[in-house]
């Protein structure tokens, strides 16, 4: 193994239009690869399957940022968030993450998403009915984006109308780049988006109704599960992360399969491999890129090398979803793959409990979209696409054109 930690280079457009010719470099060089993030953070990638998956159970690998030894891990997260954003499941272990978790579960399982169906067929046709009939569209503006946020505010019983103020506090507390956001900008973000929480929180605790926030609520005033700190910081988790990865979803796999018209074409002529096809654009170019952090309780050997206590651990799941050990021919798009075991949610006990809500929602939105826009292309080349520069990866515009049609039927 290498023992230069080598640079992922977010300042190169090259690289951030199409990071996997370095991950692949990355993953041949060996299993676990030390390597400078943004900011100038140091980490060891664990880039194979095998070592990801049995990473993403391992104990000694913690979720909480505390447990790093590098103080710029928590120097750089915003005075705000140090202060009073900790206290949810991402950042959590057991026995707190066990706790924590327990008390969303019930609005996530297989039955309550299925009942969320019918729903999320009618926004995302109300939303094509807007743009279907000029024949063009932004399907990151249009669709990918307002789709998501809709969803999970009604969930939570947040008003709509919000949405686009708690999405521009979330862009600029989720900026990733080469260099450091400005800090201040950051912060401000973060009080912003707490006290529209806390305040929305008041308000439900004042008049209560049938949803996910104001059950947290009860569980918080009246049964003690949930402290203040612990109460925010959920809300927060479940507005921002209800969303954000599910719009990379639905604008990359649309646009991975516009860079791919056989594959396009496939699914147009058999809609049954729409749930394969959800599945392999999780593999094949997830919206978590390059992975999952967690951060070393003790030293740990991982693949035959020792990773000291306090380091950043980044289980690179983008690059281990192309590892030719676990996936045949895993840089070819194939929306036929069987057995497509993709760490894109995670593994173990941090495994995304909004998987499938966004396996759903990604169905329903690109079959919608190939169902009722016909001759879809990119308005622009594949060279022209703007992605997102780090951490959360999708277009972040998808310019198309398509024949004209009407309303849903």
Not at 397 to 407: A, D, I
Request: aromatic fraction near 6%.
């Amino acid at each position: 193994m290498s023992r230069q930690p080598v640079l992922l280079p977010y300042a190169d457009p090259a690289f951030v239009a199409d990071p996997f010719p370095l991950y692949r470099r990355l993953r041949e060089d060996g299993p676990v690869r030390r390597a400078v993030l943004a900011g100038g953070l140091d980490a060891w990638l664990v880039t194979r399957y095998e070592d990801g998956l049995a990473a993403l159970s391992d104990p000694r690998l913690s979720s909480d940022v505390r447990d790093a030894s590098d103080p710029r891990l928590i120097q750089q997260l915003p005075r705000f968030e140090r202060e009073s954003m900790m206290s949810n499941m991402l950042r959590s272990d057991p026995p707190d993450h066990t706790r924590l978790r327990r008390l969303v579960s019930k609005a996530f399982t297989a039955r309550r998403v299925a009942e969320l169906g019918p729903r999320i067929q009618e926004i995302t046709d109300r939303l094509l009915d807007a743009v279907a009939p000029a024949g063009r569209a932004d399907l990151v503006a249009d669709l990918a984006l307002p789709l998501p946020v809709t969803v999970i505010c009604e969930l939570l019983g947040v008003p709509v109308d919000d949405r686009h103020a708690f999405q521009r506090w979330t862009d600029a507390m989720l900026v990733r780049g080469e260099g450091l956001p400005d800090p201040a900008a950051v912060d401000e973000a973060w009080q912003r988006m707490h006290a529209y929480v806390t305040a929305h929180l008041d308000a439900k605790r004042a008049h209560p109704g049938d949803d996910l926030l104001s059950a947290l609520i009860t569980a918080h005033d009246e049964e003690q599960r949930l402290n203040r700190d612990e109460l925010i910081a959920m809300t927060f988790l479940l507005l921002v992360a209800g969303y954000v990865t599910t719009v990379n979803l639905i604008g990359g796999g649309i646009a991975a399969l516009l860079a791919h018209p056989a594959q396009l074409t496939l699914l147009r002529e058999h809609p049954d491999l729409l749930p394969d096809a959800i599945e392999e654009f999780l593999r094949y170019d997830g919206p978590v890129s390059p992975g999952i952090a967690r951060f070393a309780r003790e030293d740990v050997d991982i693949a035959g090398v020792t990773v000291p206590r306090g380091a950043t651990v980044l289980i690179a799941s983008a690059i281990a979803d192309r590892d030719p050990a676990r996936f045949p021919d895993p840089d070819r798009l194939d929306i036929t793959r069987r057995d497509n075991g993709h760490l894109a949610f995670g593994h173990g006990i941090h495994y995304c409990l909004g998987a499938p809500l966004a396996r759903l929602e990604g169905r329903i939105a690109v079959g919608t979209v190939l169902r009722r826009l016909p001759d879809l292309a990119l308005a622009v080349s594949p060279a022209e696409l703007d992605w997102r520069p780090g951490g959360l990866r999708g277009p972040a515009r998808l310019p198309v054109t398509f024949t004209p049609g009407g309303r849903a039927g």
